[in-house]
């Protein structure tokens, strides 16, 4: 199998997310609820236990009128790819309803294999994991809008971004239908990517040369992904996750914001 | 732990004082007496849990359950052209049509054709009312799985009854089988309740995909062939050791298969 | 034989033994692992055939076309169109969660009539033909009586098939009481038409402007068509540049190249100021100026009165000094501002607060207008446009029976058209005044259709005696909205996904547009199209009434009306005049003079000089009761149209925004002296006082407190409704002198602790 990721033929599929862009109007929040069957609850504003696969978070500079400044940053499952696979979840699933697919570069939740020991939520530094402390209940009716693409979750799971990755599936069909195996770049998309009507969000296979998402952060992959555009940066960086979701930002302060640390804490430096 | 010690030590001497009083002491006299009943009663109760478990159980957990057609595939299979993609096929998208719809069916039978009573009742309930017919079906999988027919069939050129069994030779509906518990086919565990199999399409668990997937590693041309680098497959009792673990994300993800 | 204990156990034993050499413990096992991760009650939605349909959004005023993702009959995604003109396959939440409104709670699923009390919430299930029979009774009756001008109709558009079919009804019927609900477009139109002499809305041609000036809009918080201008705004990243002014930090503030705080409601001095700087530093546009517009230099008006050109109006008083003074901006901010704006190649200046649902002083608008004449980007690529309305509703006259001639006589209840406000055409802001002082006449009956009068107008406390003054309120929703739960009787609409209606004209698109809405799946309850209950209700009137009606049913009215585009309409999902260009400069004025007119002539006759004296539109309140001033402000996940928010958009509310069911509102930590972040405190207006939190933000100008539209909903379901406060419950409306409408753009607070 190794040798098949030397020939280039495994994907490694990302994200880039163009701040400058967002406007955090949240059609990417909600493109992706109603993608994959998210449930929705009375009160959604306690928002530890309020299930966003993509959440905006919002930065601001902390300073004082009129120098106030504020960026919207969505946030989605990172598929940290870490060291080799060893995504910071994925290492300490006991029930392995986790784990991260070379062929795609997607971190995998499987719903019926999680028993909801919620180590992985411990485990990931970006908050995508959510836990679903009830039973989902769409009022009568609603379920009539439900996915058949994705499977309805129950009370005690852990659940998170996939990347979409049915859509992965169904464009793979479609493909052997037509007697392909490759897909084309703009035949698997997120549906936070289609439905963003800033256009802020690129997604595609950070593997491959000619697609958008590699021309915009020019990867260096030898280097554990980071970024070679000055402007892009990914969170927590320093960490050594690393995450396959990159942001470009014009502003000093956000990129800064993105690696956030401690004032007296040493920078690492990764070689 | 020492006074838990002394307390199971305390119970396991009482519980012997009780056997050695409780015991009359004419039977212990007997030749053949109590280990005589002891053993008779041993084998009772042995044999009636193998009745139960090989013989009642089965019967107690699936519910039989008509088909609301008797439907033959024979008769059909000889009045198409493309075999069984004739009536399953695939759509446009490559998404598989599964079990016909109505739309389908109408396109010959909008009148009764023959004289089988079957397709009168199926024209006359169904067809005239506009009205899908609520086909039991025997392979349907739980939610959780994703299973891609354009994958194994056209791509991995495996046939139909590789995994549905010789089914278009079939000139009746078997009664389908609910497991009550589960709500699922008898199919998918498998018509011999120990869940042993003869043929590939006896058993539609997980581990026979994986073995169909572990074998055809073994044939590189295969594997070449299969539309995923599938040739390991998590067995769902194992927690692998963690030299394993590297081994085993390197190679497939639980996700191809689970949605 | 005696079964001793010994035995008994044995037979356990060897029960226990069978039992493990049978299937069972091992079968059940694999089974109830199987239940447990498989839930019964966990629904499996079902897998089928998957097909599109396209068709168009009518949920705002931003009309985008949609992509609707089925399974078999089931509507389970929607997803932008791609191409279509106005979003090209963007969407905005409020859009991707329409399958929420079709599937959801807060659906209609009948004709109802009230039983209980108004707004009570007890109602009966009555039969169309029922409930028609009974609108029809009263409106008879009340026509019989020589008072069908006490009918009204409050609807959110007099654009489309629907709409006219609304407004002919009432014509033939007898009442002159149209009104469409308030929105920017009426300043913009009542703007275009004092300034150009022509009916039509303002186009903006953003996509081709590189220096966008706004003055408070909500470019990107969901101004005009949403999705187009996030578009445009993306789209300007490196090409062109985008200024904000405005008091907040707002999304549009924050993404914008320079944002201006300004002291709320002088943003026409400022206007007027950077004409100063434009015109003192001649970087104005001589050709447009000199030869197609009038009012520039000094004039006299036919009976030989001498007024002041705009020019020397401009350079007398709104000098740098005198505007920084008024709008807290410096005077090198203002001069640096004007100088780029001019000598941008193309600059546009915009207005309209916010999401613009709300309109504004005329002064502002026409201020900012003539910033554009300046730089003569009227008509012209990258400008603003004068976009006439698209003409394919080509209806034979009606004929009037002497009631309905007599009835159409009458003044109009909100004073729009008449001796005091000409120029306007509806003025909803005036409705409640109107009503609950009975000066004109009494209304007598309601139909409100899509519309949620009684949530999105200002001062809610004087709606709802409105309402409650109005002894027979008809409401058309589809949902159970405020307006609906107020309502006597309800005769619900499909929702957007199940019917058949064009939906012209995006807001500020600067081509004529017509989209259209198709059936996505069949209606899901006993709901009928407005336009066929309509129809149905002339049609019981019989006489001219119904001859004004000629259709079977909407549909075929619909069909007739596109003619020949009806095919393309069905195809394509919209119609575009693509060679529309606005009129060249010599015909694209008829103005009296038959130019731009920086002031209107016959404006000039009654109304001296709208920029004369530039007076901020005032708040309401005494400053000393009430030293904060609070204002409102608009964002994309806060749907405050009348429509709310669906459980999908609430869910995305940050809890800076909503914690609980406490709305928080924005104070600056200089204001918010004494309150830490999250503490409760009570916010009173001279309209009331509620419960808030406060969410501490540098981002707003010291003094003001900022609230978000869109909450405090009492009506929908338990997602929505009791979360927060209505803005409007705070705050009255304040009548702009010269046109009537709604002016206000905030009031005077005060913040105490809990």
């Known amino acids: 199998m190794k040798e098949e990721h030397k020939h280039g033929k495994a994907s490694k599929f990302g994200m880039v997310i163009d701040l400058d862009k967002c406007t955090g109007c949240g059609s990417c929040m909600v493109a992706c609820m109603s993608e994959n069957n998210v449930p929705f609850k009375k009160d959604e504003t306690n928002k530890l236990d309020s299930i966003t696969w993509l959440r905006i978070y919002k930065l601001t500079n902390g300073k004082k009128f009129p120098e106030t400044d504020i960026c919207y940053i969505p946030r989605p499952c990172m598929q940290c790819e870490g060291d080799h696979g060893h995504s910071p979840c994925v290492s300490v699933c006991p029930a392995t309803a986790t784990d991260y697919n070379h062929e795609t570069g997607i971190v995998s939740q499987i719903y019926t294999r999680c028993f909801g020991c919620r180590y992985c939520m411990a485990a990931c530094p970006y908050h995508a994991r959510y836990f679903n402390w009830w039973d989902p209940v769409w009022p009568d009716g609603m379920e009539k809008y439900l996915s058949p693409n994705v499977s309805p979750r129950m009370r005690g799971v852990v659940e998170k971004c996939s990347f979409c990755f049915h859509r992965y599936q169904l464009a793979k069909n479609k493909a052997y239908a037509q007697g392909r195996r490759e897909l084309k770049e703009d035949e698997y998309q997120t549906a936070c990517t289609q439905a963003c009507p800033a256009g802020a969000i690129t997604f595609g296979d950070l593997n491959n040369s000619h697609h958008a998402v590699y021309k915009l952060v020019k990867p260096d992959n030898k280097h554990g992904g980071r970024p070679r555009n000055p402007n892009a940066f990914r969170l927590l960086e320093r960490l050594g996750t690393n995450p396959k979701v990159y942001y470009l930002s014009s502003r000093e302060w956000v990129r800064r914001a993105g690696d956030n640390y401690i004032k007296d804490e040493v920078k690492k430096e990764h070689h | 732990m020492s006074t838990l010690d002394e307390k199971a030590k305390e119970a396991s001497t009482e519980a012997v004082d009780e056997v050695e009083t409780v015991l009359p002491p004419k039977e212990k006299k007997q030749d053949n007496g109590p280990w005589g009943y002891i053993i008779l009663f041993f084998i009772i109760g042995f044999a009636a849990s193998l009745v139960i478990g090989w013989g009642i159980f089965p019967k107690l957990l699936y519910s039989q359950k008509k088909q609301p057609i008797d439907f033959n595939h024979v008769i059909h299979v000889e009045a198409v052209e493309e075999g069984c993609e004739s009536c399953h096929f695939f759509r446009e998208d490559g998404s598989f049509s599964g079990v016909p719809k109505l739309v389908q069916c109408v396109d010959c039978h909008e009148e009764v054709m023959g004289e089988d009573p079957n397709e009168v009742k199926f024209v006359e309930e169904y067809v005239a009312k506009g009205q899908e017919v609520p086909w039991l079906v025997y392979s349907k999988q739980p939610d959780c799985v994703f299973f891609s027919h354009i994958a194994h069939v056209k791509m991995g050129k495996i046939e139909c009854d590789t995994c549905h069994g010789h089914i278009g030779e079939s000139t009746h509906s078997r009664v389908y089988e609910e497991n009550r518990f589960t709500g699922y086919s008898r199919d998918i565990w498998g018509k011999n309740i120990a869940g042993l199999k003869k043929n590939t399409w006896d058993r539609m668990k997980m581990d026979d995909c994986a073995e169909c997937h572990a074998e055809n590693k073994a044939v590189p041309k295969t594997v070449e062939r299969l539309p995923w680098p599938i040739s390991w497959m998590p067995r769902p009792y194992e927690k692998p050791t963690s030299s394993q673990v590297r081994t085993q994300i390197d190679k497939d993800a639980c996700f191809v298969c689970h949605k | ?754």
């Open chain 3, 1 to 754: 034989m005696k079964v001793c204990r010994r035995s008994f156990l044995s037979l356990v034993i060897g029960g226990a033994a069978g039992t493990t050499l049978s299937p069972l413990p091992w079968k059940l096992m694999d089974d109830s692992s199987i239940w447990t991760q498989m839930w019964p009650w966990t629904p499996v939605p079902e897998d089928g055939e998957v097909s599109y349909v396209n068709t168009v959004c009518s949920l705002c005023p931003g009309g985008c076309g949609l992509t609707v993702r089925k399974i078999n009959e089931r509507a389970i995604k929607i997803e932008g169109m791609k191409a279509y003109p106005v979003n090209d396959g963007g969407v905005c939440l409020l859009g991707l969660s329409g399958l929420q409104l079709l599937y959801g709670p807060t659906r209609v699923k009948t004709p109802l009539k009230r039983v209980g009390a108004r707004g009570e919430g007890r109602w009966e299930k009555i039969s169309w033909e029922d409930a028609i029979s009974e609108v029809v009774k009263k409106l008879a009756d009340l026509r019989a009586k020589g008072l069908s001008h006490t009918v009204g109709c409050i609807s959110d558009s007099d654009r489309g098939t629907v709409a006219h079919l609304l407004g002919r009804f009432l014509t033939v019927y007898g009442s002159p009481n149209f009104i469409r609900t308030p929105s920017m477009q009426d300043s913009y139109e009542q703007t275009m038409h004092l300034m150009h002499g022509v009916q039509a809305s303002a186009g903006f041609d953003v996509e081709n402007a590189d220096f966008i000036l706004s003055f408070g809009s909500g470019l990107i918080d969901g101004w005009g068509s949403p999705v187009r201008m996030f578009k445009v705004n993306s789209a300007l990243k490196g090409k062109g540049k985008l200024v904000q002014v405005e008091p907040r930090l707002s999304n549009t503030a924050a993404k914008s190249d320079k944002w201006i705080p300004i002291k709320p409601g002088t943003e026409a001095a400022l206007a007027l100021g950077l004409a100063h700087v434009i015109i003192k530093e001649s970087l104005y546009n001589r050709d447009f100026v000199n030869n197609y517009s009038f009012g520039f230099n000094d004039w006299t008006d036919d009976r030989g009165r001498s007024h002041k050109g705009f020019k020397k109006l401009v350079l007398d008083e709104y000098g740098p000094d005198d505007v920084a003074e008024i709008t807290g901006i410096s005077d090198s901010t203002i001069i640096a501002l004007a100088r780029s704006f001019a000598r941008a190649s193309k600059p546009l200046a915009v207005c309209g607060r916010g999401q613009g649902n709300t309109p504004g002083g005329l002064s502002e608008f026409m201020a900012v207008h003539a910033l554009n004449a300046l730089v003569g980007n009227i008509n012209k690529k990258g400008g603003v446009w004068a976009v006439p309305d698209p003409d394919y509703i080509r209806w034979p006259e009606v004929e009037m029976d002497i009631n309905a001639a007599k009835g159409m006589q009458a003044n109009r209840i909100d004073g729009a058209g008449g001796k005091t406000y000409p120029d306007s055409r509806y003025l909803l802001n005036r409705f409640p005044e109107a009503v609950n002082s009975g000066k004109e006449y009494p209304m007598k009956a309601l139909f409100v259709v899509g519309a949620n009068p009684v949530y999105t107008i200002p001062d809610s406390k004087a709606v709802k005696e409105a309402f409650d003054k109005i002894p027979f309120v008809v409401s058309f929703s589809s949902y159970m909205d405020e307006t609906a739960a107020n309502a006597d009787l309800i005769l619900p609409n499909h929702v957007f996904l199940e019917r058949y209606e064009d939906v012209p004209m995006p807001a500020g698109l600067q081509k004529p547009i017509v989209g259209f809405s198709k059936p996505v799946v069949k209606p899901q309850f006993n709901t009928r199209h407005v336009g066929d209950v309509i129809i149905q209700i002339a049609k019981s009137f019989g006489g001219v009434i119904a001859d004004a009606f000629p259709w079977d049913n909407y549909e075929a009215c619909l069909q007739k009306t596109l003619g020949n585009k009806w095919n393309a309409l069905n195809k394509e999902g919209f119609w575009l005049d693509s060679n529309f260009m606005a009129k060249g400069w010599k015909r694209a004025f008829s103005t009296p003079s038959g130019k731009f007119e920086f002031f209107s002539r016959a404006f000039a006759a009654k109304n001296e000089n709208l920029f004369q004296q530039f007076r901020p539109v005032e708040p309401e309140g005494d400053e000393g009761r009430f030293p904060l001033i609070l204002i409102p402000y608009d964002y994309m996940r806060l749907a405050s149209g009348c429509i709310g928010d669906p459980p999908f958009a609430i869910k995305t509310v940050e809890d800076t925004v909503l914690k609980g069911d406490d709305i928080l509102v924005e104070v600056n930590p200089k204001s918010g002296r004494g309150f830490r972040e999250g503490d409760q405190a009570i916010l009173s207006t001279p309209k009331g006082a509620v419960k808030v939190r406060v969410h501490l933000f540098d981002g707003i100008m010291p003094g003001l407190v900022a609230m978000p539209r869109g909450l405090g909903h009492t009506a929908y379901d338990e997602y929505l409704a009791d979360k927060g406060i209505n803005f409007n419950e705070l705050i009255g409306p304040v009548e702009d002198p010269a046109s009537g409408l709604d002016a206000a753009w905030g009031i005077r607070a005060k913040l105490t602790r809990a």
